[in-house]
């Protein structure tokens, strides 16, 4: 199985300020279509994850433009740029080209 | 808007079965292919199962294969998942999750989960 891995599991951050999560995969992601198959979920407390972003940098919708994505091959990372507290969750990263999909270890925001 | 609702969670022991069901709105269900994605108690998430949108295909993790059987019926707009042999470690919050039309393990909404609790 692909394996993602993110740093840092955990981050503390001071509303204003900006965010930084990495995800790694031991496999490439761009596929012979020219997409990358990198997605970003955030799960706030009790509920399910909601999807922040797909093939890498493509925000979905209704998600604000505090919210980054970028990399390429097996190295990304999810930026947001002013942290707000209503970010606070664990954000996922995920890795849809190969069967089975597979998500790093989640990393836990919290606010200062 | 999209909606997904499971339902069919419950306590069970060791070796039952159970099923879940997850009831969706807001799209053209039979055009998307759908799947279920578990989270254990504190834990991460694992994929689990994803059926095309017509239900002609099924896959499954390795750690459910043999066990696990999706299901889909277009005519309801309703994704199933019938679990048997229970085990505890299947104990866990089970989300179902709509895909992109791109492919079946890609998603894009998610429900608000059912939790299945294994014990004797």
């Known amino acids: 199985d692909t394996v993602m891995t993110q740093t840092p599991l955990s981050l503390s951050v001071t509303p204003g300020q900006p965010a930084s999560i990495s995800c790694k995969s031991n496999?490439?992601?761009?596929?012979?279509?020219?997409?990358?198959?990198l997605y970003w979920y955030v799960q706030k407390p009790g509920q399910s994850p909601q999807l922040l972003m797909y093939?890498?940098?493509r925000r979905f919708s209704g998600v604000p433009d505090r919210f980054s994505g970028s990399g390429s091959g097996t190295d990304f990372t999810l930026e947001i740029s002013r942290v707000e507290t209503d970010d606070v969750g664990v954000y996922y990263c995920?890795?849809?080209?190969?069967?089975?999909?597979?998500f790093g270890q989640g990393t836990k925001v919290e606010i200062k | 808007d999209v909606q997904l609702v499971e339902s069919g969670g419950g306590l069970e022991q060791p070796g039952g079965s159970l099923r879940l069901s997850c009831a969706a709105s807001?799209?053209?269900?039979?055009?998307?292919?759908m799947s279920w994605v578990r989270q254990a108690p504190g834990k991460g998430l694992e994929w689990v199962s994803a059926?095309?949108?017509?239900?002609?295909?099924?896959y499954y993790a390795d750690s459910v294969k043999g066990r696990f059987t999706i299901s889909r019926d277009n005519f309801r707009n309703t994704l199933n998942l019938l679990i048997n042999s229970l085990r505890g470690e299947d104990t866990a919050v089970y989300f179902c999750?709509?895909?992109?039309?791109?492919?079946?393990?890609?998603?894009?909404?998610w429900g608000q989960g059912a939790l299945v609790t294994v014990s004797s």
């Open positions: 059926i095309s949108g017509s239900g002609d295909a099924t």
């Open positions: 093939e890498v940098s």
């Open positions: 995920m890795q849809g080209l190969y069967l089975p999909p597979t």
């Open positions: 496999q490439r992601l761009l596929y012979s279509d020219g997409k990358t198959y």
């Open positions: 999750a709509k895909a992109f039309r791109d492919g079946y393990w890609r998603f894009d909404y």
């Open positions: 807001g799209f053209t269900f039979s055009s998307y292919g």
